[in-house]
């Protein structure tokens, strides 16, 4: 055992008593914060409190690139998996950008990193790029030619290592001017990119906060994005937050002017009661991604969520 799997710098809460059965089927999952790292006693609470699943954040693009930094990396992460059963879905950098030389060698080690562990998803930010108009309208449409090759051959390679790559649809964090919004804030077109590359190692991992934004900026409503996509989704990132905000004023203990707030479901304005049985018909995983600050303990979080997600 290294001292990764030992070391701690509070005492552990008492793990939670196991239920007859893990909520939603051992379906339910929690992601583990970007720029930290758990401790073995902590996954091992988690899976007592009932998750089947945890999701990892890769080490950066560079770090990717280099196959000892992948290998040390992913010493570690086996090392405080092993005394779990947890499952493992690895999310990409949000900088990784597939269809450039650098980045899909970071990305060929993320896929080795993911082999490493045993990790069943790897999540990528597929279609970063800006909606545009003449000349820069090109030049995009050359950069999502190029990442569709590159997936295609990704996806080939995921097929037989047993892996799925879980393509993310985005959102604006602030209300998107002076920004451009980006291809990926549409869910569809996100899905669309799954139906053309058309393997079976390739899948939408549908983002419900996010979906909740641009569905809004849309002015259609989130269930019926939920339905157009359902046949694509490998996975769900499952969190919360007040939509569009335009009004003056902000809660205690939420940030301004930000959108995708990350909160614990049933803190914002989802519509949980509209999309729960589109999502607990669904097999995919239904990972948490609740930011630290937002984040109750994760028994009462595992509770509340599969409460909202599988009443009627």
Not at 49 to 63: E, L, N, R
Not at 230 to 246: C, I, K, P, Q, Y
Not at 252 to 275: E, F, V, Y
Request: aromatic share 4%; charged share 20%; net charge neutral.
């Amino acid at each position: 055992m290294t001292d990764l799997t030992i070391h701690h710098t509070r005492v552990p809460a008492p793990l939670a008593p196991v239920g007859e059965s893990r909520p939603l089927g051992g379906r339910l999952g929690l992601d583990v914060p970007r720029d930290t790292w758990p401790t073995a006693p902590e996954l091992k609470r988690l899976e007592a409190c009932g998750y089947g699943w945890v999701q990892m954040h890769a080490p950066p693009v560079a770090m990717l690139a280099d196959p000892v930094s992948v290998r040390r990396h992913g010493d570690c992460l086996r090392a405080v998996l092993a005394p779990t059963s947890l499952h493992v879905a690895i999310h990409a950098p949000a900088e990784l950008r597939l269809g450039e030389p650098d980045h899909d060698a970071a990305f060929s080690g993320l896929l080795d990193h993911a082999v490493a562990v045993g990790a069943g998803f790897v999540v990528y930010h597929a279609a970063a790029l800006p909606i545009a108009d003449g000349a820069q309208a090109d030049r995009v449409e050359d950069r999502l030619l190029a990442e569709e090759r590159a997936l295609r051959r990704f996806a080939a390679r995921a097929e037989q290592q047993g892996l799925m790559i879980a393509l993310e649809n985005g959102a604006p964090a602030y209300p998107s001017p002076p920004l451009a919004p980006l291809l990926s804030h549409a869910p569809l077109f996100v899905r669309d990119l799954v139906r053309r590359i058309d393997s079976p190692a390739l899948g939408l991992a549908l983002d419900l906060g996010h979906a909740h934004l641009t569905a809004q900026q849309a002015g259609v409503a989130l269930v019926d994005v939920v339905a157009a996509v359902r046949a694509e989704v490998v996975l769900f990132h499952v969190h919360d937050n007040l939509g569009l905000r335009r009004g003056p004023g902000t809660p205690p203990g939420i940030l301004p002017l930000r959108l995708d707030l990350h909160m614990a479901p049933g803190r914002g304005t989802l519509p949980w009661r509209t999309i729960a049985p589109l999502m607990r018909t669904h097999p995919a995983p239904l990972l948490l991604e609740v930011a630290p600050a937002q984040r109750p303990d994760p028994l009462r979080l595992a509770t509340v969520s599969a409460e909202l997600l599988t009443r009627a």
